[in-house]
């Protein structure tokens, strides 16, 4: 079977089933007797070997077949859970991330065999299922009791109306036989109603379908619980209907007897005569029973009664399924494109109805305003479709940071916040590394081993956090700890020896330039190197990085108390509110996510600090910035002219742009500039307006 | 129906010519001087229209257009060449050039004249001091009716907008 074209489905799914192991393996390290969890491991490495041996990945399937067998194990109380184990389950889940990177890369599996793993897994199951065996034994038989009892009676407990104890009758006088047979499905299975209809199918091939329990239609809609129960009518043997049933895979068991309608507990003969009263009365009895073989919801509640012997094979209520469609990133861009068009035209539309300020049709007013809504709403819409929370990201911290705890021999503890902030896609695919390189370095540089930290009064953990929120258009990502905090004094030492900076420079600088030294290439004061960090490429990397996507990276640090590290980016990269203004005769957009306040300034308010311009704005000292002199243009207003100052804001730090004229707020595109403009540093993009004219966009940060 | 049949008769046959031998280009004005630009290399040709400035830029950079939607650089072909700053007048256009590693550049030119097919024997490849920078960016020069044409490096002028 060519299965290529399913490649990239089955890439993406067996990355969100790894990272779902992940996941609930260390909630399982934390809490080993979490029965949900172990049915989600179970049910998440059951369908991981079921694809991989769909696509023909023999190394993959087998080591997930061994890893499905100790948490079947697991979850049926025969081991416990210890802390070795989810040592190598943890390693069998970096070898089938191997696979998925090899599969990725070659759409081939690689040739690792990771017996090693397999052997310990086994291990792992036999020395669990020694001290197990009898419990085992003592279980089956019980089981099977259960079992039996339970669906021997199922087909007899159908509620038989009129007509089909007539059919039964009828066929029964022909010399056919009817059968009852009760099939069961794994609960793994995630399609029930497919491999039900599968088992209709296979059984309508040898046998007349006359009664379902549930009904086929709610057997179709997957209205049912894990069993539903057929009368048949054959001319053949029960065997091969059975067989013929057993052969749809995930299924569990297949039971059939022959029925004798003698034997229905809906049956009376003495009813046969009257059956218009007799209907209501079944009805009636039917509902008190306890059978999970009832469709309708009160069936679905009373089951987990019935099935409380073995209640740890019970699944929980199932997860929300939500209805999702996966987008090529591509047609999503494409669309982004096309809704950027529509509202530069509808941009257009406004500046010309404002034209035309002769009694204008205020009906097309209103239709442009209504299109101006529409717009507005859609540019949401689809934005907030590319937006993805950074949990795909983030979720991997935990486990790393629990990895990382044993090679470096610290005692450490990732607190996370915010995961289900979202970001652009584009955004969150790239912030992975930069975050993983600023934890590593909390890890290993932040962090003071358990003497120092005892010495000091800190707990024994050390604490990292890694919180995330919306703060405006932007989006925060902190990462913090209780660790060491930075030692600027070793940073200045470092920075004169290896002559990055020149003593007397490093006698100016202040604690916070010294801590920019660090961003610089090649640049790092761990005094080992390690493999975790230390080696002087990355907090370059990670400023760089984020740089390019339009964001910036901030630390504050404390000695001996720990050190933060924020991160900002921009929530979107395509489209912004923005303030347009005039400077000279060129107009200008300001990111209205930077903007605090418009202030009027009478010239007299301004006052000079160290030769430099500053108003004193509600007790605060704001430096001005005069744009026309930064962009090169004559100003047309008049020196004793009222200044109009945009107060903009980055972080804790603020500036006010001296303008000329405000025109007011807009929703612009924003179009790249490509390489020409790496050279001005505060124009990070242009817009169209609506008169087709272009403006340039003034990146505040840049500015301050 | 006979129409149709003609041309296809000839068309192979110009088709020839033109991919064996030669190659067309477009010729422009710069002051007094024509010089020639591969006509593979030309994605639009529009007329002078408002350009929006950038500051701290180099003074060949003009600014940027709206070309469709599109935001486009705008490089001065005169102030490339060491010519007298541009006089905008009804025949200046500005030629939109694809390259390979800009994308979309366009280029300011006093007028558009024509488009002429020089055969290879009529491009002559010149070499030049390598000091003297404006020239490099002519390749070659060719003859046609008996005017001389400078044909342009592409590549020279992409690596000049940088």
């Known amino acids: 079977m060519d299965v290529s074209q399913y490649l990239e489905i089955f890439l993406d799914e067996t990355k969100e089933h790894l990272q779902n192991l992940n996941t609930r393996i260390l909630e399982l390290e934390a809490d080993p007797e979490g029965a949900d969890t172990i049915n989600e491991i179970f049910r998440a490495a059951h369908s991981l070997k079921g694809m991989a041996g769909t696509m023909g990945y023999k190394r993959m399937q087998n080591l ?56 310990q897994l086994n291990d792992i ?22 079992s039996v009892s339970e669906s021997g009676a199922k087909w007899d407990e159908i509620a038989l109306d009129d007509s089909q104890i007539t059919v039964i009758k009828e066929a029964q006088k022909q010399g056919k036989k009817v059968y009852g047979i009760n099939v069961q499905i794994q609960e793994s299975c995630i399609l029930k109603a497919a491999r039900a209809f599968l088992v209709f199918k296979a059984v309508e091939e040898l046998a007349e379908i006359i009664i379902s329990e549930p009904s086929a239609q709610d057997v179709e809609d997957e209205k049912f619980d894990r069993d539903f129960t057929l009368i048949i009518l054959s001319d053949g043997e029960l065997d091969a209907v059975i067989k013929a049933a057993e052969s749809v895979s995930e299924i569990e068991k297949v039971t059939g007897a022959p029925i004798a309608l003698e034997n229905n507990k809906h049956y009376n003969k003495s009813e046969e005569a009257e059956v218009h009263e007799a209907a209501p009365e079944t009805a009636g009895t039917e509902t008190p029973e306890p059978a999970a073989a009832t469709p309708s919801v009160p069936a679905a509640a009373s089951a987990p009664a019935t099935a409380k012997p073995d209640a740890k094979k019970q699944t929980p209520a199932k997860p929300v399924v939500n209805r999702t469609v996966r987008v090529d990133i591509e047609k999503l861009d494409s669309l982004m494109n096309l809704v950027s068009e529509l509202i530069i035209a509808k941009n257009s539309l406004v500046s010309v109805s404002s034209q035309e ?34 949990e795909s990201v983030v979720n991997k911290f935990p486990r790393m940071i629990r990895d990382l705890s044993k090679k470096l021999d610290k005692k450490m503890e990732l607190y996370m916040t915010g995961e289900e902030t979202e970001l652009d896609r584009t955004v969150v695919d790239e912030i992975g590394d930069p975050l993983m390189h600023l934890l590593r370095n909390s890890a290993d540089h932040g962090l003071e081993s358990a003497e120092v930290r ?41 920075a004169i020896e290896r002559g990055t900076i020149t003593p007397e420079q490093a006698a100016n600088m202040t604690d916070k330039d010294i801590i920019n030294l660090l961003f610089l290439p090649s640049f790092s004061t761990a005094k080992k190197v390690t493999d ?10 990670v400023r760089s990085k984020i740089e390019s996507l339009s964001g910036e990276v901030e630390v504050k640090s404390k000695l001996g108390v720990g050190s933060t590290w924020t991160i900002r980016l921009p929530l979107t990269l395509a489209i912004i509110q923005a303030l347009m203004v005039v400077v000279g005769d060129e107009k200008y957009a300001i990111s209205l996510g930077s903007i605090q306040t418009l202030e009027d300034i009478s010239p007299s308010e301004v006052k000079l600090v160290q030769n430099k311009e500053v108003i004193h704005l509600r007790g605060t000292v704001i430096p001005l910035i005069r744009l026309n002199e930064v962009l090169d243009i004559e100003s047309k207003k008049s020196e004793n002219e009222n200044l ?13 742009l001296v303008i000329d004229e405000l025109i007011g707020q807009q929703e612009i595109v924003i179009k790249s500039l490509g390489k020409y403009t790496k050279q001005c540093k505060f124009i990070s993009g242009a817009t169209i307006l609506g008169d087709g004219e272009i403006a340039l966009i003034l990146d505040a940060n840049a500015l301050i | 129906m006979e129409l149709s049949t003609n041309t296809a008769k000839n068309l192979p046959e110009e088709e020839k010519r033109g991919i064996t031998e030669s190659v067309q280009y477009i010729v422009i004005r710069l002051g007094n001087e024509q010089y ?110 008996g005017e001389l044409i400078s044909l342009f490096d592409l590549n020279a002028i992409s690596i000049e907008g940088n």
């Open chain 1, 644 to 656: 109009i100052v945009v107060i903009v804001k980055k972080g804790d730090k603020m500036a006010g």
């Open chain 1, 125 to 146: 199951l036999n020395s669990g299922s020694v001290s197990s065996a009898k419990a085992e034994e003592a279980q089956a038989p019980e089981a099977a009791a259960t």
């Open chain 1, 454 to 494: 005892a010495q000091r009064g800190k707990p024994a953990v050390g604490s990292i956090f890694l919180d995330a929120y919306q703060d405006g258009n932007n989006v925060v990502i902190e990462v913090r700890d209780d660790g060491n905090g930075i030692d600027t004094e070793a940073v200045r030492n470092k």
């Open chain 2, 36 to 145: 020639g630009i591969d006509i593979r290399n030309i994605d639009n040709i529009v007329r002078m229209q408002p350009i929006t400035r950038i500051p701290k830029m180099p003074d060949y950079l003009k600014g940027v257009i709206n070309m469709r939607g599109e935001v486009i650089p705008v490089i001065s072909m005169r102030l490339v060449m060491g010519l007298e700053p541009d006089e905008y007048t009804k025949a200046t256009r500005i030629i939109v050039l694809k390259l390979e590693q800009e994308g979309n550049v366009g280029f300011i030119v006093d007028e558009v004249k024509e488009v002429v097919t020089l055969t290879s024997n009529e491009i002559e490849k010149i070499t030049y001091n390598s000091k003297e920078e404006k020239t490099n960016l002519i390749t070659a020069v060719g003859k046609h009716n």
């Open chain 1, 64 to 119: 997930t077949h061994d890893m499905e067998n100790v948490f079947s194990e697991v979850r049926n109380g025969n081991i416990k859970v210890k802390p070795e184990m989810i040592d190598v389950l943890f390693q069998c889940l970096d070898a089938l991330e191997e696979y998925t990177d090899n599969i990725q890369s070659t759409a081939d599996e690689g040739t690792n065999d990771n017996d090693a793993l397999i052997k």
């Open chain 1, 357 to 390: 300020q002769t009694n204008v049709n205020s009906a097309f007013n209103e239709q442009i305003e209504y299109l101006e809504q529409v717009t507005t709403n859609l540019h949401e819409s689809v934005m907030k479709v590319r937006m993805v929370p950074i």
């Open chain 1, 532 to 541: 975790v960090s230390g080696r002087g490429v990355g907090l370059d990397v």
